[in-house]
Protein backbone atom coordinates (compact mmCIF):
# COMPACT_ATOMS: atom_id res chain seq x y z
CA UNK A 1 0.00 0.00 0.00
CA UNK A 2 1.50 3.23 -1.04
CA UNK A 3 -0.48 5.35 1.23
CA UNK A 4 -3.22 5.43 3.93
CA UNK A 5 -6.30 6.81 2.35
CA UNK A 6 -9.14 8.15 4.46
CA UNK A 7 -12.31 6.43 3.20
CA UNK A 8 -16.08 7.47 3.63
CA UNK A 9 -18.61 4.51 4.02
CA UNK A 10 -22.43 5.77 3.29
CA UNK A 11 -24.64 2.52 4.81
CA UNK A 12 -23.87 0.32 7.70
CA UNK A 13 -25.32 -2.65 5.83
CA UNK A 14 -23.34 -6.19 4.56
CA UNK A 15 -21.22 -4.28 1.40
CA UNK A 16 -20.60 -1.29 4.02
CA UNK A 17 -19.47 -3.37 6.95
CA UNK A 18 -17.54 -6.05 5.04
CA UNK A 19 -15.58 -3.04 2.97
CA UNK A 20 -14.74 -1.25 6.33
CA UNK A 21 -13.27 -3.74 7.43
CA UNK A 22 -11.26 -5.34 4.77
CA UNK A 23 -10.15 -1.71 4.38
CA UNK A 24 -9.18 -0.67 7.68
CA UNK A 25 -7.51 -4.08 8.66
CA UNK A 26 -5.44 -2.61 5.14
CA UNK A 27 -4.48 0.37 7.24
CA UNK A 28 -6.93 2.96 5.96
CA UNK A 29 -8.96 5.60 7.85
CA UNK A 30 -12.66 4.13 7.58
CA UNK A 31 -15.26 6.03 8.47
CA UNK A 32 -19.16 4.45 8.34
CA UNK A 33 -21.75 7.25 7.88
CA UNK A 34 -25.21 5.43 8.72
CA UNK A 35 -29.32 6.99 9.52
CA UNK A 36 -30.18 5.14 12.67
CA UNK A 37 -28.55 6.03 15.87
CA UNK A 38 -27.73 2.45 16.53
CA UNK A 39 -27.12 0.37 13.19
CA UNK A 40 -28.81 -2.52 12.62
CA UNK A 41 -30.52 -5.49 10.02
CA UNK A 42 -33.25 -4.62 7.73
CA UNK A 43 -34.95 -7.63 6.44
CA UNK A 44 -35.15 -11.86 7.05
CA UNK A 45 -33.10 -14.51 6.33
CA UNK A 46 -30.97 -14.67 3.72
CA UNK A 47 -28.50 -17.48 1.63
CA UNK A 48 -25.00 -17.09 1.84
CA UNK A 49 -23.53 -19.47 -1.58
CA UNK A 50 -20.07 -20.03 -1.95
CA UNK A 51 -19.21 -17.21 -3.26
CA UNK A 52 -19.96 -14.78 -0.01
CA UNK A 53 -18.50 -17.43 1.96
CA UNK A 54 -14.82 -17.63 0.65
CA UNK A 55 -15.26 -13.75 1.22
CA UNK A 56 -16.17 -14.19 4.46
CA UNK A 57 -13.18 -16.12 5.27
CA UNK A 58 -10.72 -13.94 3.79
CA UNK A 59 -12.67 -12.04 6.95
CA UNK A 60 -11.98 -15.07 9.32
CA UNK A 61 -15.62 -15.28 9.78
CA UNK A 62 -16.56 -18.39 7.58
CA UNK A 63 -16.61 -20.94 10.28
CA UNK A 64 -18.37 -18.87 12.52
CA UNK A 65 -21.19 -17.48 10.21
CA UNK A 66 -21.29 -21.91 8.79
CA UNK A 67 -21.79 -22.44 12.46
CA UNK A 68 -24.64 -20.19 13.27
CA UNK A 69 -26.51 -20.52 9.75
CA UNK A 70 -27.90 -23.79 8.44
CA UNK A 71 -26.23 -26.11 5.60
CA UNK A 72 -28.26 -26.15 2.66
CA UNK A 73 -27.67 -28.75 -0.24
CA UNK A 74 -30.97 -28.28 -1.94
CA UNK A 75 -33.40 -26.10 -3.96
CA UNK A 76 -36.58 -28.14 -3.91
CA UNK A 77 -40.00 -26.57 -5.46
CA UNK A 78 -43.23 -28.64 -6.29
CA UNK A 79 -46.11 -27.13 -8.44
CA UNK A 80 -49.43 -27.31 -6.31
CA UNK A 81 -51.53 -27.20 -9.50
CA UNK A 82 -49.55 -30.57 -11.06
CA UNK A 83 -47.71 -31.85 -8.31
CA UNK A 84 -44.62 -31.99 -10.33
CA UNK A 85 -41.08 -31.14 -8.78
CA UNK A 86 -40.73 -28.13 -10.99
CA UNK A 87 -37.12 -26.98 -8.82
CA UNK A 88 -34.98 -29.39 -7.91
CA UNK A 89 -31.34 -27.87 -7.38
CA UNK A 90 -28.48 -29.77 -6.01
CA UNK A 91 -25.14 -28.39 -5.19
CA UNK A 92 -23.58 -31.61 -5.00
CA UNK A 93 -24.33 -32.01 -9.18
CA UNK A 94 -21.60 -28.96 -9.29
CA UNK A 95 -18.95 -29.99 -6.51
CA UNK A 96 -19.13 -32.42 -3.66
CA UNK A 97 -19.03 -30.63 -0.39
CA UNK A 98 -20.41 -27.70 -2.18
CA UNK A 99 -23.60 -26.06 -0.40
CA UNK A 100 -25.11 -22.65 0.82
CA UNK A 101 -25.89 -21.54 4.10
CA UNK A 102 -28.79 -20.11 5.52
CA UNK A 103 -28.32 -17.38 7.78
CA UNK A 104 -30.53 -14.85 9.94
CA UNK A 105 -29.55 -11.57 8.45
CA UNK A 106 -29.07 -10.01 12.05
CA UNK A 107 -26.40 -12.68 12.98
CA UNK A 108 -24.43 -11.50 9.78
CA UNK A 109 -24.72 -8.23 10.40
CA UNK A 110 -23.43 -8.75 13.90
CA UNK A 111 -20.33 -10.76 12.83
CA UNK A 112 -19.38 -7.53 10.22
CA UNK A 113 -20.23 -4.82 12.26
CA UNK A 114 -17.74 -6.69 15.05
CA UNK A 115 -14.90 -6.99 12.42
CA UNK A 116 -15.26 -3.36 11.37
CA UNK A 117 -15.12 -1.81 14.49
CA UNK A 118 -12.29 -4.88 15.69
CA UNK A 119 -10.44 -3.29 12.44
CA UNK A 120 -10.48 0.29 13.82
CA UNK A 121 -13.68 1.50 11.58
CA UNK A 122 -15.21 4.49 13.13
CA UNK A 123 -18.86 4.72 13.13
CA UNK A 124 -20.76 8.01 12.62
CA UNK A 125 -24.38 7.19 13.65
CA UNK A 126 -27.52 9.07 13.65
CA UNK A 127 -26.19 10.77 10.36
CA UNK A 128 -28.06 10.50 7.40
CA UNK A 129 -26.58 11.11 3.75
CA UNK A 130 -28.29 13.24 1.61
CA UNK A 131 -25.88 14.26 -1.04
CA UNK A 132 -22.27 13.39 -2.17
CA UNK A 133 -19.51 15.69 -4.93
CA UNK A 134 -17.43 12.96 -6.75
CA UNK A 135 -14.68 15.63 -7.52
CA UNK A 136 -14.15 16.90 -4.00
CA UNK A 137 -14.72 13.93 -1.85
CA UNK A 138 -17.16 15.73 0.32
CA UNK A 139 -20.60 14.10 1.99
CA UNK A 140 -23.53 16.10 2.36
CA UNK A 141 -25.73 15.31 5.70
CA UNK A 142 -28.13 16.92 7.89
CA UNK A 143 -25.41 17.59 10.09
CA UNK A 144 -23.67 19.78 7.37
CA UNK A 145 -20.51 18.37 5.18
CA UNK A 146 -17.87 15.88 6.00
CA UNK A 147 -14.50 15.34 4.70
CA UNK A 148 -12.64 15.92 2.12
CA UNK A 149 -12.69 12.05 1.78
CA UNK A 150 -9.95 10.62 -0.44
CA UNK A 151 -12.70 7.85 -1.44
CA UNK A 152 -16.82 8.02 -1.03
CA UNK A 153 -18.36 4.30 -0.43
CA UNK A 154 -22.00 4.14 -1.95
CA UNK A 155 -23.66 1.57 0.39
CA UNK A 156 -26.82 2.54 0.56
CA UNK A 157 -28.91 0.44 -1.28
CA UNK A 158 -31.18 0.98 -4.10
CA UNK A 159 -33.07 3.88 -2.59
CA UNK A 160 -29.51 5.73 -2.80
CA UNK A 161 -29.89 9.39 -2.65
CA UNK A 162 -25.99 9.04 -4.52
CA UNK A 163 -27.34 6.98 -7.25
CA UNK A 164 -29.05 8.71 -9.94
CA UNK A 165 -30.48 5.96 -12.23
CA UNK A 166 -33.76 5.28 -12.38
CA UNK A 167 -35.64 2.68 -10.58
CA UNK A 168 -37.97 0.11 -11.98
CA UNK A 169 -40.17 -1.83 -9.25
CA UNK A 170 -41.61 -5.33 -9.93
CA UNK A 171 -44.65 -6.13 -9.56
CA UNK A 172 -43.97 -8.47 -6.98
CA UNK A 173 -42.42 -8.50 -3.77
CA UNK A 174 -42.87 -10.57 -0.73
CA UNK A 175 -43.80 -11.01 2.88
CA UNK A 176 -41.11 -12.55 5.12
CA UNK A 177 -41.17 -13.66 8.64
CA UNK A 178 -38.52 -15.42 11.02
CA UNK A 179 -39.85 -18.38 12.84
CA UNK A 180 -39.09 -21.10 15.01
CA UNK A 181 -37.85 -24.21 13.44
CA UNK A 182 -40.59 -26.63 14.77
CA UNK A 183 -39.28 -29.52 16.28
CA UNK A 184 -41.96 -32.20 14.49
CA UNK A 185 -42.56 -30.65 11.29
CA UNK A 186 -42.55 -32.00 7.76
CA UNK A 187 -39.97 -29.71 6.20
CA UNK A 188 -36.33 -30.66 5.37
CA UNK A 189 -33.99 -28.76 7.16
CA UNK A 190 -30.95 -28.87 4.91
CA UNK A 191 -33.42 -27.43 2.04
CA UNK A 192 -35.04 -24.20 0.73
CA UNK A 193 -38.58 -25.37 -0.26
CA UNK A 194 -41.18 -23.81 -2.42
CA UNK A 195 -44.74 -24.51 -3.63
CA UNK A 196 -46.15 -22.44 -6.42
CA UNK A 197 -49.45 -22.32 -8.21
CA UNK A 198 -48.79 -21.01 -11.71
CA UNK A 199 -46.92 -17.60 -10.99
CA UNK A 200 -48.66 -15.71 -8.85
CA UNK A 201 -48.38 -17.54 -5.59
CA UNK A 202 -45.83 -18.96 -4.55
CA UNK A 203 -44.69 -20.05 -0.83
CA UNK A 204 -41.52 -20.92 0.84
CA UNK A 205 -39.36 -21.95 4.23
CA UNK A 206 -35.51 -21.73 4.01
CA UNK A 207 -33.85 -22.76 7.67
CA UNK A 208 -32.01 -19.90 8.87
CA UNK A 209 -29.80 -21.09 11.63
CA UNK A 210 -29.78 -19.01 14.76
CA UNK A 211 -28.83 -15.34 15.57
CA UNK A 212 -26.54 -16.50 18.31
CA UNK A 213 -24.92 -19.45 20.27
CA UNK A 214 -27.31 -21.25 21.94
CA UNK A 215 -30.26 -19.76 20.30
CA UNK A 216 -32.97 -21.93 19.11
CA UNK A 217 -33.29 -22.89 15.88
CA UNK A 218 -35.50 -20.54 12.92
CA UNK A 219 -36.63 -20.50 9.45
CA UNK A 220 -37.73 -17.77 7.18
CA UNK A 221 -41.01 -18.14 5.67
CA UNK A 222 -42.18 -16.47 2.66
CA UNK A 223 -45.42 -15.33 0.64
CA UNK A 224 -45.22 -13.77 -2.64
CA UNK A 225 -47.54 -10.87 -3.28
CA UNK A 226 -48.17 -8.60 -5.60
CA UNK A 227 -46.79 -4.47 -4.69
CA UNK A 228 -50.54 -3.17 -5.85
CA UNK A 229 -52.61 -6.43 -2.91
CA UNK A 230 -50.43 -5.08 -0.22
CA UNK A 231 -52.68 -2.87 1.10
CA UNK A 232 -55.86 -5.19 0.59
CA UNK A 233 -53.73 -7.55 2.85
CA UNK A 234 -53.77 -5.07 5.06
CA UNK A 235 -57.31 -3.94 5.36
CA UNK A 236 -58.25 -7.42 5.33
CA UNK A 237 -58.43 -9.39 8.37
CA UNK A 238 -55.30 -12.20 8.60
CA UNK A 239 -57.36 -14.97 8.40
CA UNK A 240 -58.09 -14.21 4.73
CA UNK A 241 -54.04 -14.80 3.92
CA UNK A 242 -54.33 -17.31 6.18
CA UNK A 243 -56.63 -19.50 4.52
CA UNK A 244 -54.87 -19.06 0.81
CA UNK A 245 -51.83 -19.50 2.35
CA UNK A 246 -52.48 -22.86 3.90
CA UNK A 247 -54.29 -23.68 0.53
CA UNK A 248 -51.41 -23.34 -1.46
CA UNK A 249 -49.32 -25.42 1.22
CA UNK A 250 -51.24 -27.14 4.15
CA UNK A 251 -47.70 -28.34 5.65
CA UNK A 252 -47.19 -24.48 6.59
CA UNK A 253 -50.49 -23.89 8.87
CA UNK A 254 -47.95 -25.02 11.55
CA UNK A 255 -45.79 -22.23 10.76
CA UNK A 256 -48.74 -19.02 10.20
CA UNK A 257 -51.56 -20.28 12.74
CA UNK A 258 -49.31 -18.89 15.33
CA UNK A 259 -49.51 -15.43 13.50
CA UNK A 260 -51.97 -12.83 15.47
CA UNK A 261 -51.17 -9.48 13.25
CA UNK A 262 -49.81 -8.19 10.11
CA UNK A 263 -47.04 -6.64 11.55
CA UNK A 264 -45.85 -10.12 12.14
CA UNK A 265 -44.72 -10.36 8.40
CA UNK A 266 -42.53 -7.49 6.59
CA UNK A 267 -43.35 -6.63 3.14
CA UNK A 268 -40.38 -5.94 0.83
CA UNK A 269 -41.17 -4.70 -2.80
CA UNK A 270 -38.27 -5.54 -5.32
CA UNK A 271 -36.42 -3.68 -7.13
CA UNK A 272 -34.17 -3.79 -10.56
CA UNK A 273 -31.86 -1.56 -11.87
CA UNK A 274 -27.68 -1.30 -13.14
CA UNK A 275 -25.99 1.96 -12.24
CA UNK A 276 -24.06 2.83 -14.89
CA UNK A 277 -21.13 4.03 -14.58
CA UNK A 278 -20.60 2.20 -10.94
CA UNK A 279 -17.95 4.57 -10.19
CA UNK A 280 -17.76 8.58 -11.00
CA UNK A 281 -14.67 10.63 -9.44
CA UNK A 282 -13.97 9.18 -5.95
CA UNK A 283 -17.52 8.14 -5.30
CA UNK A 284 -17.91 4.15 -6.54
CA UNK A 285 -20.79 2.37 -5.79
CA UNK A 286 -21.28 -1.33 -3.86
CA UNK A 287 -24.03 -3.92 -3.29
CA UNK A 288 -27.46 -2.37 -4.25
CA UNK A 289 -26.82 0.85 -5.02
CA UNK A 290 -24.66 0.01 -8.15
CA UNK A 291 -26.78 -3.91 -9.22
CA UNK A 292 -30.08 -4.07 -7.48
CA UNK A 293 -32.45 -6.76 -8.54
CA UNK A 294 -35.27 -9.24 -7.28
CA UNK A 295 -33.69 -12.21 -4.52
CA UNK A 296 -34.84 -14.81 -7.08
CA UNK A 297 -31.14 -16.67 -7.34
CA UNK A 298 -30.29 -15.39 -3.62
CA UNK A 299 -27.49 -13.29 -4.84
CA UNK A 300 -27.57 -9.87 -3.33
CA UNK A 301 -25.56 -10.29 0.12
CA UNK A 302 -23.05 -12.63 -1.64
CA UNK A 303 -22.86 -9.88 -4.56
CA UNK A 304 -22.15 -6.88 -1.94
CA UNK A 305 -19.18 -8.72 -0.67
CA UNK A 306 -17.81 -9.56 -3.73
CA UNK A 307 -17.80 -5.90 -4.36
CA UNK A 308 -16.38 -5.16 -1.06
CA UNK A 309 -13.05 -7.38 -1.73
CA UNK A 310 -13.12 -6.16 -5.03
CA UNK A 311 -12.94 -2.76 -3.79
CA UNK A 312 -10.52 -3.67 -0.94
CA UNK A 313 -8.13 -5.43 -3.79
CA UNK A 314 -7.86 -2.22 -6.15
CA UNK A 315 -7.16 0.07 -3.39
CA UNK A 316 -4.49 -2.21 -2.34
CA UNK A 317 -3.34 -1.90 -5.87
CA UNK A 318 -2.83 1.83 -5.43
CA UNK A 319 -3.32 4.58 -7.63
CA UNK A 320 -5.52 7.47 -7.69
CA UNK A 321 -8.81 7.50 -7.57
CA UNK A 322 -9.60 6.67 -11.15
CA UNK A 323 -7.49 3.97 -11.33
CA UNK A 324 -8.71 2.33 -8.14
CA UNK A 325 -12.61 2.83 -9.36
CA UNK A 326 -11.39 1.33 -12.94
CA UNK A 327 -9.41 -1.68 -11.36
CA UNK A 328 -12.60 -2.29 -9.71
CA UNK A 329 -14.99 -2.18 -12.38
CA UNK A 330 -13.00 -4.54 -14.16
CA UNK A 331 -12.95 -7.12 -11.62
CA UNK A 332 -17.03 -7.06 -11.10
CA UNK A 333 -18.14 -5.80 -14.20
CA UNK A 334 -19.00 -9.15 -16.31
CA UNK A 335 -20.15 -10.99 -13.45
CA UNK A 336 -22.65 -7.91 -12.37
CA UNK A 337 -24.10 -7.75 -15.77
CA UNK A 338 -24.05 -11.92 -16.15
CA UNK A 339 -26.41 -12.21 -12.93
CA UNK A 340 -28.59 -8.97 -13.85
CA UNK A 341 -29.57 -11.08 -16.50
CA UNK A 342 -30.10 -14.08 -15.01
CA UNK A 343 -32.22 -12.47 -12.22
CA UNK A 344 -34.02 -10.43 -15.04
CA UNK A 345 -34.95 -13.83 -16.74
CA UNK A 346 -35.72 -15.95 -13.89
CA UNK A 347 -37.66 -13.93 -12.00
CA UNK A 348 -40.94 -14.38 -14.28
CA UNK A 349 -41.11 -17.68 -14.37
CA UNK A 350 -41.32 -17.46 -10.41
CA UNK A 351 -43.57 -14.27 -9.69
CA UNK A 352 -45.88 -13.21 -12.49
CA UNK A 353 -49.07 -13.16 -13.45
CA UNK A 354 -48.28 -15.17 -16.86
CA UNK A 355 -49.62 -18.27 -17.79
CA UNK A 356 -47.63 -19.20 -20.48
CA UNK A 357 -44.19 -19.12 -18.28
CA UNK A 358 -45.31 -21.22 -15.75
CA UNK A 359 -46.83 -23.73 -18.20
CA UNK A 360 -43.38 -23.94 -19.76
CA UNK A 361 -41.34 -24.11 -16.39
CA UNK A 362 -43.71 -26.98 -15.78
CA UNK A 363 -43.73 -28.67 -18.63
CA UNK A 364 -40.78 -28.49 -20.42
CA UNK A 365 -37.84 -26.67 -18.44
CA UNK A 366 -38.70 -28.95 -15.32
CA UNK A 367 -38.09 -32.19 -17.61
CA UNK A 368 -34.80 -30.50 -19.25
CA UNK A 369 -33.29 -29.24 -16.13
CA UNK A 370 -32.58 -33.11 -15.12
CA UNK A 371 -30.42 -33.90 -18.47
CA UNK A 372 -26.79 -33.57 -17.90
CA UNK A 373 -25.47 -30.93 -18.34
CA UNK A 374 -28.00 -28.54 -16.73
CA UNK A 375 -28.45 -29.71 -13.04
CA UNK A 376 -24.32 -28.62 -12.69
CA UNK A 377 -25.20 -25.35 -14.43
CA UNK A 378 -27.83 -24.49 -12.38
CA UNK A 379 -26.12 -25.34 -8.87
CA UNK A 380 -23.60 -23.20 -10.55
CA UNK A 381 -25.90 -20.10 -10.92
CA UNK A 382 -27.50 -20.90 -7.58
CA UNK A 383 -23.96 -20.95 -6.02
CA UNK A 384 -22.93 -17.86 -7.73
CA UNK A 385 -20.07 -19.46 -9.62
CA UNK A 386 -21.26 -18.50 -12.79
CA UNK A 387 -19.00 -16.21 -14.79
CA UNK A 388 -16.42 -17.38 -11.90
CA UNK A 389 -16.08 -14.18 -9.50
CA UNK A 390 -13.86 -15.42 -7.31
CA UNK A 391 -11.33 -16.45 -9.84
CA UNK A 392 -11.39 -12.88 -10.98
CA UNK A 393 -10.43 -11.97 -8.04
CA UNK A 394 -7.85 -14.00 -7.04
CA UNK A 395 -9.17 -16.17 -4.87
CA UNK A 396 -10.67 -20.04 -5.15
CA UNK A 397 -13.64 -21.75 -3.74
CA UNK A 398 -12.75 -23.82 -0.77
CA UNK A 399 -11.62 -23.13 2.64
Known amino acids: ?201 MAGVMPSGRVQDGAPQSLTYFWSIRGDAYPDFRAAPLTHWKDAARALWPDTALLIDPLTEHDQLTFARYRHRTHWPAASGRLIHIGDSWHAASPQLGQGANMALLDAYALSRAVGAGGEAADIAASYVRQRAAHVRLFQLMTWAFTPVYQSDSRLLPWLRDWLAAPVSKIWPTPALLAALVSGALGSPLRRLGLSAGR
Not at 33 to 60: H, N, R
Not at 79 to 94: M, P
Not at 155 to 166: D, E, K, N, Y
Not at 173 to 195: I, M, S, V
Open 1 to 201: MSRTLHIAIAGAGIGGLAAAALLARAGHRVSIFDQFEQAGPVGSGLMLQETGLVILGALGLRETAEALGSPILRLWGISADTGRAVLDVRYAALRQGLAGVGIQRAALFGLLSEAARASGAALVASTRVSAANPETGMLVTAQGAHGPFDLLLDCMGVRSPLSSAPVRELPFGALWATLPWPEAGPFDNTALEQRYQAASK
